[in-house]
């Protein structure tokens, strides 16, 4: 079983759609937890990053973590055709220095 | 104003040759990876060096050698290539472990 758990999609949705990104875990150990997103033929990019369980906003994107579940999330409002990319979650855990351990990522695509 | 760098971008080979893949970081930060992402993008870590110095060392075929000659820099040099060799070869540098910047990634073809 992976430590990480992602629904790899394809997604699609229309323009000002909200656009929910899960990722599932079985290890409690992770604490930090970070979003990247990768366009095509690019290399990953961080979004988002929180610690531990609760909320963190940037603009039009909302990364929630549910440690109780071993459940993240990543919300983007009112999405835009730029939004369309893989969307990566990561973990990582205290003890672990910088092993990032990444879900196999979801594509999304947001339609004009 | 490059943040990290890879050469080449893509790399087309035949099996069994031997390849180096270079990368460089101007973001000042001390510690470097190589992160390998399959046709699936399941993006895996290979290696980190701290300081030039190997942290992380993950379960990698030994035909592949890391080599980090100053802390800005970090190169992959791979030996007798394989089909399963074929993927993207991410470099990324972190001063903190939790916020890693990418390159633009090598791909790697292997006939």
């Known amino acids: 079983q992976k430590e990480v758990e992602q629904d790899p999609g394809p997604l699609s949705v229309p323009e000002g759609a909200i656009v929910s990104l899960n990722c599932t875990y079985s290890n409690s150990a992770f604490q930090y937890f970070m979003w990247y997103r990768q366009y095509s033929r690019k290399g990953p990019e961080l979004l988002m990053y929180?610690?531990?369980?609760g909320n963190k906003e940037d603009g039009r994107f909302t990364a929630q973590v549910d440690k109780s579940s071993k459940y993240i999330s990543l919300f983007i409002r009112d999405s835009q055709p730029s939004d369309s990319a893989t969307y990566l979650c990561a973990m990582n855990k205290e003890t672990s220095g910088s092993r990032l351990t990444f879900g196999e990522g979801t594509q999304l695509t947001v339609n004009p | 104003d490059t943040a990290v760098s890879q050469t080449p971008k893509y790399l087309v080979t035949q099996m069994g040759n031997d390849k180096s893949i270079k990368c460089e970081q101007n973001l000042g930060h001390d510690t470097m990876y190589w992160y390998k992402q399959d046709s699936k993008k399941f993006l895996k870590i290979m290696f980190s060096y701290n300081n030039k110095e190997l942290i992380i060392n993950e379960t990698v075929p030994n035909r592949f050698s890391p080599k980090s000659p100053d802390k800005a820099h970090l190169n992959l040099h791979i030996n007798s290539l394989e089909l399963g060799d074929s993927a993207v070869y991410f470099c990324?540098?972190?001063?903190?472990?939790?916020?890693?910047?990418f390159g633009p990634g090598t791909r790697l073809t292997v006939t």
């Open positions: 929180t610690y531990s369980s």
């Open positions: 990324a540098s972190s001063q903190a472990p939790n916020e890693q910047y």
